[in-house]
């Protein structure tokens, strides 16, 4: 699964490495080195037109279905199985036609010691360089607001993920997946409808290109922020990959 993410990098930086052509802003984030469910991400995608426009939002991390009553469940939609995303009513029209990249530095998970302790590792690529999670976005319009108002469209976003390979097993079953670099414009784009064998094509497990490194239980509580969380914790734990 993928629980907490990192991204230190402005938007401008992130546009010109996922080559957005517009910024869509509505606040402007900070970097975040512990970023939660709920909480505001960035996320790169494509609106139709013609052409079509790649554009770098502001999305709130956890999908509210367009058909949803209100926003209260979105908490419960932050991760979306890469298995049935396709086939399931709360993705399948984003899985369909709005899918996104949301940029990560690494992202946190845990693993069970002896004596049940769990011990946070940051996993991120061996350059440091941003990971593209594999995403889903969707639109909710919001009937408490009238049309024109800046908050009349809630969009939020949801992370697909898979099973875990490798070394990796170790700490979680689940994993996120990410848009292979060769896929990212047809994985983005929002044209021709795509089988879905042929999107999961585009995608692969986040385990075959990252290194692990045990950190600080201060990440487990999201009040804790900063660039010391990716500090490693050498005598907590040894390193897995």
Not at 43 to 50: Q, T
Not at 132 to 151: D, I, K, M, T
Request: hydrophobic share 40%.
């Amino acid at each position: 699964m993928c629980g907490r993410f990192v991204n230190s990098k402005a938007p401008e930086e992130l546009a010109e490495i996922f080559a957005a052509e517009r910024l869509v802003l509505a606040t402007r984030l900070g970097p975040d080195y512990n970023i939660a469910p709920t909480k505001q991400v960035y996320a790169v995608l494509e609106r139709p037109g013609d052409p079509a426009e790649r554009q770098l939002r502001v999305l709130n991390w956890g999908l509210v279905p367009s058909w949803a009553k209100d926003v209260s469940n979105a908490a419960k939609l932050t991760n979306a199985r890469i298995e049935t995303a396709a086939e399931k009513p709360s993705f399948s029209r984003a899985f369909a036609a709005r899918r996104a990249i949301v940029p990560a530095d690494g992202y946190f998970e845990w693993r069970r010691q002896d004596g049940g302790v769990k011990q946070p590792y940051y996993l991120h690529r061996p350059d440091d360089q941003p990971l593209a999670l594999a995403a889903l976005y969707e639109l909710w319009r919001n009937p408490a607001h009238e049309n024109g108002h800046p908050q009349a469209w809630w969009w939020s976003a949801t992370i697909l993920t898979t099973e875990s390979t490798g070394a990796l097993r170790d700490i979680h079953d689940r994993t996120p997946m990410l848009v292979r670099p060769d896929a990212w414009d047809a994985w983005l784009s929002p044209g021709q409808e795509k089988p879905a064998g042929a999107l999961r094509e585009m995608l692969i497990p986040s385990t075959e290109e990252l290194v692990a490194r045990p950190v600080s239980t201060a990440v487990n509580s999201v009040r804790n922020n900063g660039p010391h969380l990716l500090e490693p914790m050498v005598e907590a734990a040894p390193p897995l990959f």
